[in-house]
């Protein structure tokens, strides 16, 4: 990975051609977009906002090149900007200059919040929509009844739930930016950042009004409400993945149960629930600092 961070800093060129490259490579493996938006925030995070402008602006018209190349619609590389590449930009900017990674990781999930509401101000019954687009993401074999009741019940959060899912690309992009960062930098530098990771508790009380307000209201009130919820769900499975982090270091079989840690939420998404439970619990448990105290006791 180190390699990948050298060449990215070699130059603007550089940068530009592997931002635009792995966008459009990641058509075919999604997971490559999150390489192509750590490189924007890399620059950003290294050299500054103008200079990751820069580099964002002429990757996207060599992307919009490359797409009309091989004929990808130019919707595709609009979205990709403004969704994943445009954030990243400006939260990596946050994080250069205010050197939080908690206040980047809040307005990511702020940004993501506003277009849920935005959405819901350009469009009235989203639900609608996504009843409409979701039976041409079910495979073809699904049973028919199953495929409508699913339908049905996850429509009116999908907008949340794709919002969400922006949010976690854009947020580990800006991650493997600033990793790159303190691999060529200051070693040991993010992985001290990110077991860091903590949120004041009024975002917590905030989170349980959101979640009242979708449970008393109806409607698009509460539709908003629960799609909101879902966007601070990602907040603390953040936070909640760096308390768990920490706590299975310090445990004697550390050197095993992270990386278990890791492979369990990449291979089981349920996991993501107690982890965003034990993010959302240690605003005011500080679990952290317990398990610090009953090491040295």
Not at 106 to 117: A, F, K, M
Not at 182 to 206: A, D, H, M
Not at 217 to 237: C, D, E
Request: glycine share 8%.
């Amino acid at each position: 990975m180190k390699w990948l961070a050298t060449y990215i800093m070699r130059g603007r060129l550089e940068a530009i051609l592997l931002a635009s490259t792995l966008a459009m490579l990641s058509l075919m493996l999604a997971p490559l977009s999150i390489f192509s938006s750590g490189a924007v925030a890399l620059v950003t995070l290294r050299k500054g906002a103008y200079e990751g402008f820069i580099v964002l602006a002429i990757s996207s018209l060599a992307a919009g090149v490359l797409a009309t190349l091989i004929q990808v619609p130019y919707t595709f590389i609009l979205l990709y900007v403004l969704v994943l590449w445009l954030p990243v930009w400006l939260i990596a900017i946050v994080l250069r200059e205010g050197r939080h990674i908690s206040l980047a990781v809040e307005i990511g999930v702020l940004i993501g919040i506003v277009g849920v509401v935005a959405y819901y101000l350009f469009n009235t019954d989203p639900a609608a929509m996504w009843k409409q687009v979701m039976p041409k993401m079910v495979p073809p074999n699904a049973p028919v009844e199953n495929v409508k009741q699913m339908i049905d019940l996850m429509a009116p959060y999908m907008t949340g739930i794709a919002a969400a899912g922006a949010v976690f690309g854009m947020l580990l992009g800006l991650f493997l930016g600033r990793w790159w960062q303190s691999l060529l930098y200051n070693p040991g530098g993010f992985k001290q950042e990110f077991l860091g990771l903590r949120v004041q508790p009024r975002l917590g009380v905030i989170c349980v009004a959101i979640i009242g307000i979708a449970v008393a209201s109806s409607g698009a009130v509460s539709q908003i409400a629960w799609n909101t919820t879902i966007l601070m769900f990602v907040l603390y499975i953040f936070i909640g993945t760096a308390v768990l982090h920490t706590v299975f270091s310090r445990m004697k079989i550390g050197q095993f149960a992270v990386p278990m840690f890791y492979i369990t939420l990449l291979f089981i998404p349920h996991s993501l629930i107690p982890v965003a439970l034990v993010g959302f619990s240690d605003t005011w448990l500080d679990i952290r600092k317990r398990t610090l105290n009953q090491t040295n006791a």
